[in-house]
């Protein structure tokens, strides 16, 4: 049954009202009302934060001092974030938001209907909806545990399920081209479509979310618009690549293509775990302390 495009254009923008709506009731950043000389502002908004109950002069303090050292600091360029004090916050973002796109996610969502169809799914768009359903959830189910987990082992935990879960499509793929076998062929078919699940819900466990979140926390205040901008830009090159590239990759080796999906995961697992500080926890001013 198709559905009118105004339909879906009405449909999707529920949640962005939603959304305006909502900051209405959100707090202005604490740090920014600092910089702004706006101090009482500035302390009403930490406690709506931390809870009116919550004694936050010390953090104050840190927050009062970490401005007053970012107003010393010259204005930034672009050319600047590659300053060796930028380093590792810029090879931690730029690299956990490129791993994120190199992994294939959105050459998958993309071309999901095509892989549902081709694998023998009897309705892509029930396929494409249960990966909406499950990226929903999970990253619900993320968003609840990463202050208790932890920000290292959700992202270590989503790349290995990632590279797994890779792993096992691109093996079904190559059965299925290998094998004369109807009965071979259909339970090929059952474990690419339970896989490729099983990828988006490892993906939006950890990969989709955090790499924002742990961007928005490594760099200083005074460079994190900017930094923030070219990880963004670069993020959205690489997706652009992979969904260009994947078309191709399929038709020259669906399990080639796979496999080059499953070495990246796994080089993911390798960043996050030599590379990438655990933030869980730690103010603003406690994580800039990491890199000095």
Same mark, same amino acid.
């Given at each position: 049954?198709?559905?009118?495009?105004?339909?879906?254009?009405?449909?999707?923008?529920?949640?962005?009202?939603?959304?305006?709506?909502?900051?209405?009731?959100?707090?202005? /950043?604490?740090?920014?009302?600092?910089?702004?000389?706006?101090?009482?502002?500035?302390?009403?908004?930490?406690?709506?934060?931390?809870?009116?109950?919550?004694? &936050? #002069? &010390?953090?104050?303090?840190?927050?009062?001092?970490?401005?007053? *050292?970012?107003?010393?600091?010259?204005?930034?360029?672009?050319? *600047?974030?590659?300053?060796?004090?930028?380093?590792?916050?810029?090879?931690?973002?730029?690299?956990?938001?490129?791993?994120?796109?190199?992994?294939?996610?959105?050459?998958?969502?993309?071309?999901?209907?095509?892989?549902?169809?081709?694998?023998?799914?009897?309705? /892509?768009?029930?396929?494409?909806?249960?990966?909406? &359903?499950?990226?929903?959830?999970?990253?619900?189910?993320?968003?609840?545990?990463?202050?208790?987990?932890?920000?290292?082992?959700?992202?270590?935990?989503?790349?290995?399920?990632?590279?797994?879960?890779?792993?096992?499509?691109?093996?079904?793929?190559? #059965?299925?081209?290998?094998?004369?076998?109807?009965?071979?062929?259909?339970?090929?078919?059952?474990?690419?479509?339970?896989?490729?699940?099983?990828?988006?819900?490892?993906?939006?466990?950890?990969?989709?979310?955090?790499?924002?979140?742990?961007?928005?926390?490594?760099?200083? /205040?005074?460079?994190?618009?900017?930094?923030?901008?070219?990880?963004?830009?670069?993020?959205?090159?690489?997706?652009?690549?992979?969904?260009?590239?994947?078309?191709?990759?399929?038709?020259?080796?669906?399990?080639?293509?796979?496999?080059?999906?499953?070495?990246?995961?796994?080089?993911?697992?390798?960043? &996050?775990?030599?590379?990438?500080?655990?933030?869980?926890?730690?103010?603003?001013?406690?994580?800039?302390?990491?890199?000095?």
């Amino acid at each position: 049954m198709a559905v009118p495009w105004r339909s879906l254009a009405i449909v999707g923008a529920i949640p962005c009202a939603l959304l305006v709506i909502g900051l209405f009731f959100i707090p202005e /950043s604490p740090r920014w009302l600092a910089k702004s000389g706006r101090t009482d502002a500035f302390k009403e908004a930490l406690k709506a934060l931390r809870g009116q109950r919550t004694d &936050v #002069v &010390v953090e104050a303090e840190d927050i009062e001092e970490s401005v007053a *050292d970012d107003n010393r600091q010259p204005k930034v360029n672009l050319f *600047d974030l590659f300053q060796k004090k930028y380093q590792k916050p810029l090879i931690i973002s730029v690299g956990l938001l490129t791993f994120q796109q190199l992994g294939g996610i959105n050459a998958l969502i993309f071309y999901s209907g095509t892989i549902f169809t081709s694998a023998g799914f009897p309705s /892509s768009d029930i396929g494409s909806l249960s990966l909406a &359903v499950l990226q929903v959830a999970m990253t619900g189910i993320a968003a609840a545990l990463v202050e208790k987990a932890g920000r290292r082992l959700l992202l270590m935990l989503s790349a290995a399920g990632t590279t797994v879960t890779c792993f096992l499509v691109g093996l079904s793929y190559y #059965v299925q081209a290998n094998t004369a076998s109807a009965d071979v062929q259909t339970y090929m078919g059952y474990l690419s479509l339970s896989s490729l699940l099983v990828y988006v819900a490892f993906f939006s466990l950890g990969l989709g979310p955090l790499p924002w979140v742990v961007m928005s926390e490594v760099f200083p /205040s005074n460079v994190k618009g900017r930094a923030g901008s070219l990880a963004t830009v670069l993020n959205w090159l690489f997706a652009w690549v992979v969904t260009l590239t994947f078309n191709l990759l399929l038709t020259w080796s669906a399990p080639g293509a796979f496999g080059i999906y499953t070495v990246i995961s796994a080089l993911t697992v390798v960043f &996050v775990a030599f590379i990438v500080p655990e933030t869980r926890g730690k103010s603003l001013e406690e994580i800039q302390q990491i890199f000095r």
